[in-house]
């Protein structure tokens, strides 16, 4: 069924529409919101807060293409009005940018190469390397699979901000991963 | 497609979503597609290789939530949304058949229907006239209790009197009719006629077009010489040249009346008509650039919300607009 015929159905009243809804992205939600706090049950606060107000809310509901933007998108404003919260209670001098931590996991077999510990280290301090808004694109394009229209959303950011972001990330993890780069270029020449 | 690829580098790659796919191999269609592109390719084999490690190497640890987790969790949300007959849709016609009585006054004496009226009616036999004006959705009952919903800048109008006998309605605009068993229900429109048993429909005059869908029941539909009957579900129209009618067509009925319901979907058109829906709909003025009024598009907004409705066709569009009072404008982004 297509995103907008379930939305619709969820307006209509159809209880059965938000439990699919729930299923189908509940995964996606859980894990989003994992990047933003360590903490699960904040989260799992912020998802339940999330699914009854789009219930009691329904009827006024606007129309969305994407379920999944609209979900993420409301998630994250709940996480970030959650984490202020917090923050204030424990001090004002806190800084309020958003945390957005991800574990990159290292293959040890990049493409053709097997990577040796010291190269694995190397991948692993580039994505370290990214500011925070620059690793939420990046999982948002490369984990999520969004676009780009979808992405600016979410992170309340516009079209060109979003590109300039995930470009920027890639330079900089080419920069870092250059060794690594010449060397699947150098074998490339003596394979073939 | 294939060509814009040659002038690509690594970070181009790398960004580009069926590349992605590929690389990541989610996707039949861009495995095929690229590992095609790469042999035609040889001279780009440099970027492809280092766009790949790159989107190879954004790799992110995560666990999946347990079964457990992700059924209790729905387990408390279940218990907080209880499951209701939504009563809404009639409640909203209510209000509005409310609000038509005071737009109108002459509207009250038909909608009241009280017997010495309808006494009144039948010797003089004068016409009514309901008419949804810009901005304005009203739902209306008729003598026979046949519900008509009247989308904005519509009018109908019919003669009480003769009501019991010929149940006649002329319409000009878009109207949803849900028609009481009985004798013939005939809608007259400038450019055609439906006639009806007991049934329910809607019938578009929008644009010097007559669309006719049907919801439930039978529908005889006459234009320009040609008639149509319709079932439940299906739909015609007139034709390109406006010379007959279509050959009946399946239709989706439930967006056909989303007008009803909140959101207008006006199907595949020139920008230029879903402006002229806007304004209707909304009681507004707009100004747009040429550019953007030929484009067409399937278009659809939410009826209610006229900031939602600008932001659903622009974003479409990639437009910007500015609303000033009763002015909006559209302009290129």
Redesign the interface.
């Known amino acids: 069924m297509s995103d907008i015929l379930l939305w619709?159905q969820l307006?209509?009243?159809n209880?059965s529409a938000?439990?699919q809804i729930?299923?189908t992205y509940?995964?996606s939600l859980?894990?989003y919101g994992?990047k933003f706090s360590r903490n699960d049950q904040v989260i799992?606060d912020c998802?339940?807060d999330l699914?009854?107000e789009l219930?009691?809310n329904r009827?006024g509901l606007?129309?969305t293409d994407s379920i999944q933007r609209y979900l993420l998108v409301a998630l994250r404003r709940k996480v970030i009005r959650q984490m202020d919260k917090a923050k204030k209670r424990v001090s004002d001098t806190e800084p309020t940018e958003l945390d957005f931590e991800?574990?990159?996991?290292?293959?040890q077999k990049?493409?053709e190469v097997e990577l040796s510990a010291e190269r694995a280290a190397q991948?692993k301090a580039?994505?370290v390397n990214l500011s925070k808004r620059q690793k939420e694109v990046?999982?948002l394009?490369?984990?999520s699979?969004l676009?780009y229209e979808d992405i600016g959303e979410i992170m309340d950011l516009n079209y060109q901000s979003v590109?300039n972001l995930?470009?920027n990330a890639?330079?900089k993890?080419?920069g870092t991963?250059l060794p690594?780069?010449l060397l699947?270029?150098e074998l490339?020449k003596i394979i073939f | 497609m294939e060509k814009k690829y040659t002038n690509y580098d690594?970070?181009d790659f790398?960004?580009e979503?069926s590349f992605?796919?590929w690389v990541?191999g989610?996707d039949q269609k861009a495995i095929a597609f690229w590992t095609k592109w790469v042999g035609n390719n040889p001279q780009k084999?440099?970027a492809i290789?280092?766009a790949?490690?790159?989107?190879?190497?954004?790799?992110?640890?995560?666990d999946?939530?347990s079964e457990a987790?992700?059924k209790s969790?729905?387990d408390?949300?279940?218990a907080?949304?209880p499951?209701?007959?939504?009563q809404?849709k009639q409640a909203k016609q209510a209000t509005a058949v409310v609000r038509s009585i005071g737009r109108r006054r002459w509207i009250s004496y038909a909608a009241a229907a009280c017997i010495g009226l309808v006494a009144f009616f039948t010797l003089y036999s004068p016409t009514t006239t309901v008419d949804a004006g810009n901005g304005e959705r009203l739902a209306y009952t008729l003598p026979d209790n046949s519900k008509v919903n009247l989308n904005a800048t519509s009018t109908i109008s019919f003669k009480v009197g003769d009501f019991d006998g010929d149940r006649i309605v002329n319409l000009e605009g878009e109207a949803f009719f849900e028609v009481e068993k009985g004798e013939a229900f005939k809608v007259i429109t400038p450019y055609g006629m439906v006639e009806v048993l007991g049934t329910s429909f809607n019938v578009n005059t929008r644009n010097g077009q007559l669309k006719v869908d049907c919801k439930t029941g039978k529908v005889k539909v006459t234009a320009k010489k040609s008639t149509q009957i319709l079932t439940k579900g299906l739909g015609t129209k007139l034709n390109a040249d406006k010379s007959a009618l279509e050959a009946t067509y399946e239709t989706n009925i439930?967006q056909q009346i989303g007008w009803m319901?909140g959101?207008s979907f006006l199907g595949k058109i020139p920008f230029s008509q879903a402006i002229t829906e806007l304004e209707r709909q909304f009681d507004i003025q707009i100004d747009c650039v040429n550019a953007i009024q030929s484009r067409i598009g399937d278009y659809?907004?939410?009826n209610n919300?006229l900031k939602?409705a600008l932001d659903?066709v622009t974003y479409q569009l990639n437009a910007a607009y500015k609303i000033d009072g009763k002015k909006v404008t559209i302009t290129a982004k």
């Open positions: 619709k307006k209509d009243g209880k938000l439990e729930y299923s509940i995964s859980l894990k994992r799992e998802i339940q699914f009854i219930w009691k009827a606007g129309m991800v574990v990159i996991a290292v293959d990049l493409i991948v580039a994505m990046i999982y394009k490369y984990v699979g676009d590109r995930v470009s890639l330079k993890l080419k991963l690594l780069v699947v270029l490339d | 690594e970070i790398a960004e979503p992605i796919r990541q989610k084999k440099a290789k280092t790949k490690v790159l989107v190879n190497a954004i790799k992110i640890k995560e999946e939530p987790r992700i969790l729905w408390k949300i279940d907080a949304t499951a209701e007959k939504p809404l439930e319901n959101v659809s907004f939410k919300d939602l659903e």
